[in-house]
């Protein structure tokens, strides 16, 4: 009956609030409160990366993009580190380090998974390595074992290169480049995190459909070494009848029970019987609202 969602996540999307147009056909209330909000975030962003270069910051935050929704793995933080250095316009080091992460990243899932396909060709070739520097075998190995997701191979290939000609190996190029080059390499970066470690659809191992994009994972791949490896630990098993609310240290309260029947379920009748039940709590608590609200009266 249960299903395992995923709560531990990381994210920040100031840069989608930074990037709106404010159109002047807005009503004025709406227009005043997108400056507000813009304000606040930039006022926020300087606090935290300083005033000084304030203009050159500010786009630099924007130019990255959000901070893609992730399952909490051995990324985030580093991910964040090269971030923070592009926003100060330390942009060799969030080079640099942005190709780093790739490389670790490969590192780790091969490492971590390896014991999981040992009856596989490409096996014999990576059981006995400590590491890897030459990321054709990883990506190669990762994509026949069915890790990464298309999109994923894609951008590895792509940070592979970057690495390779501009970051690695010396070109004179990086000289005045190196802004470019960063920028590139950490959207690539962006792109691998978004795709391979994402928190909602459209990775394959979500079921499909779930209202706000709850990441409810499939029954069918529970026993996926990656999933075992990166997303179960980042989940908790529920039914269909739970609810969310926030915690006083900011993380969530599940409130959920454990009383189901012993039966299984498809994984849309799952969805539906989740959506259902919230449907019905969200009714409730408004009649309880206006029931409060009318008894209040005179």
Request: proline share 5%; net charge negative; with cysteine.
């Amino acid at each position: 009956m249960k299903r395992y969602r995923v709560f531990g996540n990381d994210f920040d999307t100031r840069a989608n609030v930074l990037g709106i147009r404010i159109d002047d056909g807005w009503e004025g209330h709406i227009k005043e409160m997108w400056h507000k909000n813009k304000e606040s975030v930039k006022r926020g962003l300087l606090l935290q990366y300083g005033f000084e270069d304030a203009d050159q910051k500010l786009e630099n935050f924007v130019d990255l993009g959000p901070k893609p929704y992730s399952v909490l793995a051995y990324h985030n933080r580093f991910a964040e580190q090269a971030r923070n250095a592009f926003v100060v316009g330390a942009y060799y080091p969030a080079l640099t380090g942005a190709c780093a992460l790739g490389e670790r990243i490969l590192n780790h899932l091969v490492l971590g998974l390896r014991d999981a396909f040992r009856g596989t060709p490409e096996y014999k070739k990576v059981y006995r390595k400590k590491s890897f520097d030459n990321w054709d075998l990883p990506i190669s190995t990762l994509e026949a074992w069915g890790v990464l997701v298309p999109k994923a191979v894609t951008a590895f290939e792509t940070l592979r290169d970057v690495r390779n000609r501009r970051a690695l190996h010396f070109n004179p190029s990086t000289d005045t480049k190196d802004r470019e080059y960063a920028l590139d390499a950490v959207r690539s970066l962006n792109e691998i995190i978004a795709e391979q470690f994402g928190t909602s659809e459209p990775a394959p191992w979500f079921i499909a459909g779930a209202k706000g994009g709850v990441g409810f994972i499939r029954k069918e791949l529970e026993a996926d070494p990656f999933l075992k490896l990166v997303y179960l630990p980042n989940a908790l098993s529920v039914g269909p009848e739970h609810y969310l609310e926030n915690g006083a240290d900011g993380g969530w309260l599940v409130h959920a029970r454990d009383d189901y029947e012993a039966e299984e379920i498809p994984d849309a009748e799952f969805v539906e019987r989740f959506e259902r039940a919230t449907e019905t709590r969200l009714a409730e608590m408004k009649k309880a609202q206006e029931e409060a609200t009318d008894g209040g009266g005179p």
